[in-house]
Each structure stands twice: as C-alpha cells, then as structure tokens.
Nanobody, 115 residues
Framework: QVQLVESGGGLVQPGGSLRLSCAAS????????MGWYRQAPGKQREVVAV???????NYAEAVKGRFTISRDNAKKMLYLQMNTLKPEDTAVYYC?????????WGQGTQVTVSL
C-alpha cells in the first residue's frame, strides 16, 4: 500500500520561499510519475509540477521559473522548492503518485502567502 505524507507548508510573506517535501512509502517504481498539485479555496485542484518517467519535469505556466520539482528515489522523497511566492500561490498542496494505473494522494499541506 502506497502512502504519501507532505510537509513543509506554512505562512510566508510575498517574495519568500518554502520547500515542500513528500515522503513516500510502499511499493512502486522509481519511473512512476510523481508530482505536486494544489487547490485554492473555491477552485479545482490543478497541477503545479510533475516529474515524469525519464525524469522529465513539467511545470504549470504560473510557476515556471519560480518553482523547482526534484526527486530522490533512494529516499523515496519528492520536493518542491518554491521561490518568489505570490499571494495567488496560496493553496493546499498535494503530493501525487501514479502507479499501476492508480492515483495516490497525500493529505495535503497548507501554503499561505500573505503579509
């Protein structure tokens, strides 16, 4: 059974930085895609960044140049470095793993960007 646990969220001022972490456990392949999604109040969940098989990295236009996704397969960890944060980045951020035709989700971590 795959489990994902996010950490690293919090309150930060505009222009600040945060690093989110996702600890994965269970059986899956290092080539299985993993990514970060977010959901703001009253909005649908949206993709932020994905690390696909082959270690390709894709980003939403809104975060390109500011966010960096990385992965440590030996530790079964996924990270999201978020720089130059904006109020519109405020959301609950979720870690996702796609494996064996299933989607796995963490419980989410709140990121609030405000003065």
């Amino acid at each position: 059974q795959v489990q994902l646990v996010e950490s690293g969220g919090g309150l930060v001022q505009p222009g600040g930085s945060l690093r989110l972490s996702c600890a994965a456990s269970g059986n899956f392949f290092s080539t299985d895609p993993m990514g970060w999604y977010r959901q703001a109040p009253g909005k649908q969940r949206e993709v932020v960044a994905v690390n696909t098989s082959g270690n390709n990295r894709n980003y939403a236009e809104a975060v390109k140049g500011r966010f960096t996704i990385s992965r440590d397969n030996a530790k079964k960890m996924l990270y999201l470095q978020m720089n130059t944060l904006k109020p519109e980045d405020t959301a609950v951020y979720y870690c996702n793993l796609k494996s064996n035709q299933r989607d796995y989700w963490g419980q989410g971590t709140q990121v609030t960007v405000s003065l």
